[in-house]
Nanobody, 124 residues
Framework: QVQLVESGGGLVQAGGSLRLACATSAPTFSSNTMGWFRQAPGKEREFVASIRRDGGTTINPDSVKGRFTISRDNGKNTVYLQMNSLKSEDTAVYYC?????????????????WGQGTQVTVSS
């Protein structure tokens, strides 16, 4: 049982910022790749960003266009998604995900564990 505990979602005005956090166990955090996906109403789940054990990152430029940053705190076993310059089209449920080992894929089917999601709503 791998648990991913998300926090930081909420309502924000366009142009504002939010920081999402996802905490997990030390073994999961140290061994797995951590990432973020999002799913807007009526749309498929979309990859946002991920960070691997060695600190290497994968970013979906089509999704965030350099506005978002993923990072990790090894002491807290927590991965963060800093979201800046938020737009209304960023409104979605954001899901924390974890993949076994080093995961470079942006495809949902290549990830192993999922959080229950946190709602991000950007008002225009």
């Amino acid at each position: 049982q791998v648990q991913l505990v998300e926090s930081g979602g909420g309502l924000v005005q366009a142009g504002g910022s939010l920081r999402l956090a996802c905490a997990t166990s030390a073994p999961t955090f140290s061994s797995n790749t951590m990432g973020w996906f999002r799913q807007a109403p009526g749309k498929e789940r979309e990859f946002v960003a991920s960070i691997r054990r060695d600190g290497g990152t994968t970013i979906n430029p089509d999704s965030v266009k350099g506005r978002f940053t993923i990072s990790r705190d090894n002491g807290k076993n927590t991965v963060y998604l800093q979201m800046n310059s938020l737009k209304s089209e960023d409104t979605a449920v954001y899901y924390c995900a974890s993949g076994i080992g080093a995961v470079f894929s942006m495809s949902v089917e290549h990830w192993d564990y999922w959080g229950q999601g946190t709602q991000v709503t950007v008002s225009s």
